[in-house]
């Protein structure tokens, strides 16, 4: 997450003079109800790390720019990490050798992928498993909790300039569970939600999000059946009335100069073909490690 209150004022200015940044609810009513939308950006904040409350809520007041933030409820109310964030701190190479072990894969077969690759291909369950070994293994000691609390959440919600969404209670790949996994984590997280926050949660944000990789036709339909009217993916072009208002394309944007916000800005679904010239993407190396 962002860690320089400079930086993400400096960025919000850049998109401010670029853009018309518009609510959640302006998104909403683009899609449903008419509404005319011209060179407009909302900003969207997955998982709810600590560096939301403390750097970009108070810098999202200050401007009076509004924001949806995607969160897992059970991540709030135990206190506890996502899969992703107690790995930051293992050693890969250790982790490879456990998985390697545990289901009879050659090594020399995952040495050229990143764990997170690896684990992206996993299910949740396999992927806790293996933290858990892990602890076990090399006495690691408890990772200190790295997410917001439900009290902060209920402040941001009652401030009302950000909107509260959904992101699964787990964070796991959606499309590499069972149909009842899938199904207990979009549903559970929303219903979770709803009971923390005494209001109807009407968005929803797939972890990765990369569609026919990341979540599928199975996923959509499962929010189809629920309270949400919008959901958002991360395939990497402009929002256009013809998207399918449950997998909403988003880009992602985290750290670099002026410069380098400006250029991705200015190239936009082009920057990644830019950027792995020559190399393989984190969606092609998964595509590979599954046919191994």
């Keep these: 997450m962002l860690g320089d209150t400079i930086w993400f004022e400096k960025t919000l200015n850049i998109l401010k003079n ?3 940044l518009v609510s959640i609810k302006d998104i909403e009513n683009f899609y449903y109800n008419g509404k005319t939308l011209k060179n407009s950006c909302h900003l969207t904040i997955d998982d709810g790390d600590k560096t939301f409350y403390n750097i970009i809520y108070p810098v999202l007041k200050k401007m009076n720019i509004p924001a949806t933030l995607f969160v897992s409820p059970k991540i709030c109310t135990d206190l506890s990490n996502f899969w992703f964030q107690e790995i930051r701190v293992m050693d890969p190479d250790k982790l490879k050798k456990i998985i390697s072990e545990d289901y ?18 996993m299910k949740i369950n396999q992927i806790w498993t293996l933290i858990g070994r892990y602890k076990s293994l090399y006495n690691l000691p408890p990772i200190e909790n790295q997410n917001m609390s439900i009290e902060q959440l209920k402040e941001i919600d009652r401030y009302g300039l950000v909107t509260i969404g959904a992101h699964t209670m787990n964070h796991p790949i ?5 149909d009842e996994t ?3 984590e979009i549903v559970d997280s929303i219903r979770g939600l709803e009971n923390i926050l005494d209001h109807e949660v009407k968005y929803f944000a797939y972890p990765n999000g990369t569609p026919n990789l990341d979540l599928s036709v ?7 059946n629920t309270n949400c009217s919008l959901a958002f993916s991360v395939e990497k072009q402009d929002f256009k009335l013809a998207d399918n208002p449950f997998s909403i394309p988003r880009y ?9 916000i400006k250029a991705k800005i200015l190239l936009g679904k082009n920057w990644d073909l830019i950027k792995n010239m020559g190399s393989k993407d984190e969606v092609s190396l998964r595509l590979e490690l599954k046919k191994k």
């Design 218 to 224: 199975r996923e959509i339909e499962i929010l189809k």
């Design 252 to 260: 992602g944007l985290t750290t670099g100069s002026k410069y380098f």
């Design 18 to 20: 670029k853009f018309n």
């Design 182 to 184: 899938s199904r207990q």
């Design 104 to 121: 009879k894969v050659d090594l020399t077969v995952l040495q050229p992928y990143s764990i997170f690759v690896i684990l992206k291909n």
């Design 174 to 178: 959606l499309a590499n569970e069972t």
